[in-house]
């Protein structure tokens, strides 16, 4: 007899909640699928987090430079106010991850630690040994803590640097004193020990979607057990694994998967969340007229050819799990949203989708921010018992790539 493949699935989920040594407990039954929104919604989210109790979420709320914690129902609950030498500077890409003492935050030069109540409990420079050495302008775009250290995807400039043959960047100064250098790096802060995994040169896709707006950042390094892992956005993208000589590829995305938007780690697997246009079968493709108005006369403009319409399409985002071990690609999940941008938070009985339009949320109302909740055995199922949301009318949006 034939064994119905969700069951297999469901086996094998449940062997990697054991063997993962995760704490967390099957997936709540009475936890569906379902929609909230944020009110009153932040002007956008850098990141995320649920508390320990699961009741209140914690993100970084650019408005106040500060945090805010939302409700299951998607109330607000508090405003944390930070004091002037340590507000959160919104325009640099922040993580904010729970830890077993409370919260951190971690922007490009510094970490907030605060604890269960939200409180500031310390502040840590991880750059600050490097800068008495002359380095300048350390910077992370993205970094996890994992064993005392650092991974993450840095930007410095490295005093009387030696360029090397195989060095894919050429930014020496004209006194050929320093060098700007970016790439993978491994930063142990109390020996003031920078490691340089991978370089890459200055116009990579790593760094053009690192930084491809200040309210989009996007996680891309994940920590797994005793292993750290980078994703790296060129098409197709790649996850790799951190080791002593670099980076070791273990997995490519396929050719239709979309663009690489994340990189997440549950239960023993990565996820790497991707985003894709799939294009209207009735989508305008003849020439367009555009009037201009030059010197109070008009002046026509016909375009031989249509410009291309990158969201004159649905808009889909693809969740992809991955074998750490072998790499393998064991399913891709289309998720039911179609936000313009999106931040996946992983729990115990359910993930937490953060949902925004594809532009900032300035005040307008029709343009908010959702709180979806994707429980754990709809999401290995691959099956959800709620609708995919509408997006955002293209009048209403900004293209967002």
Known sequence: MQQDPRVALGIIFTIALASSGCRSAMPNASITCSRVALEPAPPWTASAAWSS???????????????????????????VRLDETVKLDYAEPMRLERTAEGFAVI???????????????????????????GYAD??????????GHYYGYADFVEPTAAVQDNQETEDVDSEGSSTWRRGFVRLDPDRGNLELLHE???????????????????????????????????????????????????????????????????????????????PKADAEEQ????????????????????????????????????????????????????AGRLHLIPGRSFWTAIEESSIPNLGESDAGTNLLFLPASELLSGHFGCPREEPVPESKAQVAL
């Not at 030069?109 to 050495?133: G, I, K, M, N, Y």
């Not at 350390?138 to 064993?147: K, L, M, T, W």
């Not at 074998?323 to 891709?332: A, C, E, K, S, V």
């Open 138 to 147: 350390a910077s992370f775009n993205d970094v996890v803590r994992h064993r």
């Open 107 to 133: 922007d490009k030069r510094r970490v907030l630690s605060f604890d269960h109540h939200l409180a500031l409990d310390q502040r840590e420079q991880p750059f600050a040994a490097l800068e008495t050495r």
């Open 53 to 79: 109790s699961g009741d209140e979420l914690v993100l970084v709320d650019p408005g106040s430079r500060g945090l805010a914690t939302y409700g299951r129902d998607g109330k607000r609950v508090r405003n």
């Open 200 to 278: 890459l040169p200055v116009d990579s896709a790593d760094g053009e979607y690192a930084n491809y707006y200040f309210y989009d950042r996007r996680p891309y390094i994940a920590e797994l057990g005793k292993r750290v892992f980078v994703l790296r956005f060129t098409e197709p993208w790649s996850v790799h694994r951190v080791n002593r000589r670099g980076l070791s590829k273990i997995a490519s995305g396929p050719t239709d998967g979309g663009r690489a938007y994340a990189l997440q780690s549950w239960n023993g697997r990565l996820y790497v969340l991707t985003r894709r246009i799939v």
């Open 287 to 338: 020439p367009t007229t555009v009037k201009l108005a030059a010197s109070g006369k008009q002046a026509h403009l016909e375009l031989l050819q249509a410009l291309p319409a990158l969201q004159k399409g649905e808009r889909q985002w693809i969740l992809h799990e991955i074998d750490p071990r072998g790499g393998q690609t064991l399913r891709r999940v289309l998720l039911p949203s179609t």
